[in-house]
């Protein structure tokens, strides 16, 4: 089944295919709170959301209850007065499947919502520990074929689980319909790194080790756990917040010039920042002994290099 080009539907920049459905695995969570509603409504503002939400969750929640999760959210996330044309967009679009991800029905329902899409967006905000699970359930109801399905971070707890799971999401979907995202690298201070880097004609020449003694990077929130606590249980704070958003500061941060702006030479130039390549990690490692080693190699390296000059 190939992707039809609906009129309307959810785009991206460049790109003929349309998503004519959303999925959000995990509407009563923390994330879809904080970045995935704020995000909607973005969309709707611009006139860009003219497709049915389906929210699909363990909670015992009406379709009303959700309603009032997006409005609270979006009284909490969102600054200013909030334009009701656009809230009404997202919550009149909205219904919702509640149910135990292991089990199959909840995915005949998850099929029955949808009415008919055929190219729907699947939005995974759920602890990494579901994703396999919610994967063959969308491949089991069809909602691969011309679907695409959205992973955020942690991509799995270690090496042996993260490949296993790239693996899953191949057998079920081509490359070009996954997409394995860390929502940090979308905060406005993370985008300007590279212009404030590489385009800023008074820091770009100075940026090296020549006139930089020191980086520090500091994660400073003024949260804690707060309804997070399963989350935190199965993934921990490093899985959560350093193997991840950090290390891709840290990458920005280090990085050469990329030839051009495209995600791959990106990914090949953030990846050189590394002194330990992903092909060399050891599958007994945790995320915690990686980062160790990066730090103590990291901090060798720096004892061994020679002097400037």
């Known amino acids: 089944m190939s992707a039809r080009p609906a009129p309307g539907g959810l785009t991206c920049a460049g790109d003929a295919a349309h998503s004519d459905a959303i999925i959000l695995f995990g509407p009563t969570g923390d994330l879809a709170r904080k970045k995935v ?14 497709v049915p939400i389906v929210g699909v969750a363990s909670s015992d929640w009406s379709v009303d209850d959700l309603r009032d999760r997006v409005r609270s959210s979006l009284d909490e996330e969102v600054d200013g007065q909030l334009d009701p044309a656009a809230l009404g967009a997202i919550v009149d679009r909205l219904s919702y499947v509640s149910g135990d991800y292991g089990d199959d029905g909840i995915f005949d329902r998850v099929g029955e919502a949808l009415d008919g899409a055929e190219a729907p967006l699947a939005y995974l905000a759920i602890p990494p520990s579901m994703f396999e699970t919610v994967i063959l359930g969308l491949a089991r109801i069809g909602a691969n074929d011309s679907g695409r399905v959205v992973v955020e971070k942690p991509f799995g707890r270690d090496l042996a689980s993260a490949q296993e799971l790239n693996a899953t999401l191949l057998a079920h979907y081509s490359d070009d319909q996954v997409f394995r995202i860390d929502h940090f690298l979308g905060k406005e201070p993370t985008l300007d790194l590279l212009v404030f880097r ?67 030479e990106l990914a090949e130039e953030k990846l050189k920042v590394m002194p330990v390549s992903y092909t060399h990690l050891r599958a007994h490692e945790t995320v915690l002994d990686v980062v160790c080693r990066l730090l103590l190699e990291t901090k060798k390296e720096t004892k061994l290099a020679p002097l400037p000059g």
Do not use: C, K
């Open 198 to 264: 590489m385009a800023n004609a008074m820091f770009h020449p100075a940026w090296d080790r020549h006139h930089i003694a020191s980086v520090q990077i500091t994660m400073a929130e003024d949260f804690g756990m707060e309804g997070r606590g399963r989350f935190y249980e199965e993934v921990g704070a490093t899985r959560d917040v350093v193997q991840n958003h950090l290390l891709q500061v840290l990458a920005l941060v280090a990085m050469e010039p990329p030839i051009d702006t495209s995600a791959r």
């Open 37 to 50: 509603f704020p995000a909607l409504y973005d969309l709707a503002l611009a006139g860009r959301l003219d």
